[in-house]
Structure formats: C-alpha cells, structure tokens
C-alpha cells in the first residue's frame, strides 16, 4: 500500500539555520503530497502542498518540490524562527480512495 | 480558529465510564475523520464519513463507537475504554476527493485511568 517515510527527529537548530526535513513515499499511482504542522497544543495545519509532479508547494517561507523520479518531496526553509518549533507531517493522498497517509513526524526545535 | 472545533480539550475518565467526544465543523465539508494520535506512533486512521455514511473503520475495538448525525457534527462515543486508549484524539473535516486537505481540530486530550 501507499506509504511516507520521514526524517527521524528530534532535530534541533539555531535560529536562522538552514531546515531540511527528508521526506519520501511510495504510491501506485500519481499520489498528491502534503506537509502539515502541528504546534505544541494544537491540531495539524496544512503547510503546504503540491498535486503533479514538479510542482513547488510554498507557505511561510517553507518550499517542497514534488519530485516523481526520486519520489520525494523534501521540506525546506532558508532561515528558521523560534516560531517554526513544531512536529512535521510529511502525507500523501491516494488517487484512487483519497485516503490521506501520515509519516511519523518530525520533531523540530528552533533555538534563540 | 481552525474551523474544526473539538470539546472537550481535556477529559480523564475512569475504565467504566462512558462519554463522547464532539466535533463540529462549518467548513462545507462532506467528509469527517477521526484519528489517534499516541506519543511516539504515526497517526492512526479511525473513521471516516463521506456524506454522513461511514466508509472506513480500521479495525478499531468496538469501545470506540463513531456517530455522524449530518455533514457538520462527528461524535465518539467511549465506553469501558483501556489506559493504552490514553491519547489525543483528532477530528477532520474536507471535501472529499483528491488533493483536498484536511482541516483539523485542536484534539481531545484524553486519559483514561
């Protein structure tokens, strides 16, 4: 079945580091991709997303690219805040059943 | 506001209770979720509505009993739950169809004791 593999965490960077997050899937078919974030207390939010091959998601000055022939879509962002402490979702949605599929997450830390 | 709400945040009940956790969305979505979200363990896929009809249940023990009354309103009813149940609960909303994200709730924080 359809299936994401993410970055172990925790990860823990400095302010204004460079922030990779790995993030690769396996699909049948020609799955559509997300990122979502969850804040300490809170529910997932969407971050970003991208539905054809090549296409760039961005939000919040994050970006991941949907990469078909390495199947990946890795999350990035140039420089972090301490307000980007959260847990990372990386998911695909199946085109068949819609079904929505979560990585484990991964844990991110941003210090001052 | 995330247009999911969930109530209670919080609940601790005992191995005999029985309560339900509720989920309300204004969104205009047809499709509802549940999920389990346990520390250190992805995201488990309980139930999903599609136009007030259940479409997946996964293998969920039947402690756990999910009612949709119409397309805004998800309940789930607990009885005589495990302490292993202790985790927070995530509601969803979206239309259905491919590439249509969800929207979440804030979560029930449950503990069972």
């Known amino acids: 079945g359809d299936s994401v593999t993410q970055m172990e965490g925790p990860v823990t960077l400095s302010e204004e580091a460079f922030l990779t997050i790995n993030c690769t899937y396996t699909?049948?078919?020609?799955?559509?991709l997300f990122w979502y974030v969850q804040y300490p207390g809170e529910g997932l939010q969407l971050l970003l997303k991208?539905?054809?091959?090549?296409d760039k998601g961005s939000n919040k000055g994050f970006e991941a690219t949907y990469r078909k022939e390495t199947t990946s879509f890795h999350l990035e962002k140039g420089s972090v805040q301490v307000s980007d402490s959260a847990v990372y979702f990386c998911a695909l949605s199946d085109r068949i059943d819609y079904k929505l599929s979560f990585g484990a997450g991964t844990t991110v830390t941003v210090r001052a | 506001e995330t247009g999911v709400t969930q109530t209670p945040r919080h609940l601790v009940m005992g191995m005999t209770n029985k309560k339900s956790l509720k989920c309300e969305q204004h969104l205009g979505h047809n499709a509802m979720y549940w999920y389990k979200q346990s520390a250190k363990k992805p995201l488990e896929l309980m139930f999903v509505y599609s136009l007030e009809e259940r479409v997946e249940n996964n293998s969920v023990p039947s402690r756990f009993s999910p009612e949709c009354p119409n397309s805004s309103h998800l309940f789930l009813h607990l009885h005589t739950l495990q302490p292993e149940d202790s985790a927070l609960y995530l509601c969803a909303s979206s239309h259905e169809g491919q590439g249509s994200p969800l929207h979440f709730g804030n979560g029930t924080r449950l503990t069972v004791t």
């Open positions: 991208a539905t054809k091959a090549d």
């Open positions: 699909a049948t078919g020609y799955p559509s």
